[in-house]
């Protein structure tokens, strides 16, 4: 199955770094988020990625086309006759992907740059999430899950941390200050869906997926809920980013579910 990844919005809530690369090239320990969600899926088996692409979509194209060069160990030897340069690999570390990058556009909304990509997938069932959350989600059971229900969607539900701290009142008197746990709210669209090829029928015009398409296909009783209640975080704003970096620093990020 390909992996469609969507990387092209302008992350305008995370501007602080955003305005200088896309939000999905943005580091975590080092390497961008969207090498985070690759290294996940790769861990499931799922090598093949659609990058849907947009605004500073020459920055996404860059990296990859020198990724091989930079996850490599080199020797340059200028000696060689005093005139020639000699390059030579000494040893590789890097993942065995396929990665198509397509510029779907700068303005384009997120359902009309998964359509532009609708003939790299084809007439088959493929996964798709978003370029700035991370998760621990069990991508092999997910697409399980999918298999057994024949609808056209199915995405990952999930419970998110809350922001702020919750006040128990009793008429306009304070009882207690408490934080907000996941049970004080409902479940959110986490990204990490199994799609099916007629979601392409959905999709007509510059739309945001999230809307008219998805409202469609649940009027049309084709979306299914997998409930994940494990780890989820996406990457909105310098706050969430400055906590991903936290975790991975002290080797406590729960989305790195791979070896090395």
């Known amino acids: 199955m390909k992996v469609v990844l969507l990387a092209g919005g302008f992350g305008t809530r995370i501007s602080e770094e955003s305005q200088f690369k896309p939000k999905p090239m943005i580091e975590i320990g080092g390497k961008p988020i969207l090498w985070h969600i690759m290294k996940e899926y790769l861990h499931y088996g799922f090598d093949e990625f659609i990058i849907c692409a947009g605004y500073k979509q020459e920055y996404i194209k860059n990296y990859f086309a020198h990724y091989f060069l930079q996850a490599s160990d080199i020797s340059f030897d200028f000696r060689v006759d005093g005139e020639r340069e000699h390059r030579g690999i000494i040893s590789t570390d890097f993942e065995p992907w396929k990665v198509t990058v397509v510029d779907t556009g700068l303005d384009s909304l997120t359902g009309w740059r998964i359509k532009q990509i609708q003939d790299y997938v ?5 996964l ?3 370029g700035d959350g991370v998760c621990d989600v069990n991508l092999k059971a997910l697409v399980e ?3 057994s229900h024949g609808k056209a969607c199915t995405l990952t539900a ?3 941390e809350g922001r702020f701290g919750i006040l128990d009142l009793n008429g306009d008197n304070v009882q207690s200050f408490r934080e ?4 004080d709210v409902g479940y959110i669209n986490g990204g990490y ?3 099916e090829p007629k979601i392409f029928d959905y999709i007509q015009s510059n739309v945001m997926f999230e809307c008219d398409p998805m409202e469609h296909l ?3 009783g084709e979306i299914m809920a997998y409930k994940h209640k494990g ?7 310098l706050r969430d980013k400055q906590k991903l970096e936290e975790m991975w620093l002290v080797g406590k990020a729960p989305w790195k579910v791979w070896d090395k």
């Not at 084809?122 to 493929?126: R, S, T, V």
């Not at 907000?180 to 049970?183: A, G, I, T, V, Y």
């Not at 780890?231 to 704003?237: A, E, L, V």
């Open 122 to 126: 084809g007439d088959e069932p493929f």
């Open 128 to 130: 798709m999430t978003y």
């Open 145 to 147: 899950f999918h298999k």
């Open 231 to 237: 780890f989820w975080q996406c990457m909105d704003t």
């Open 193 to 195: 869906m199994v799609l």
């Open 180 to 183: 907000k746990s996941r049970d």
């Open 218 to 220: 649940a009027d049309d």
């Open 158 to 160: 999930v419970k998110p």
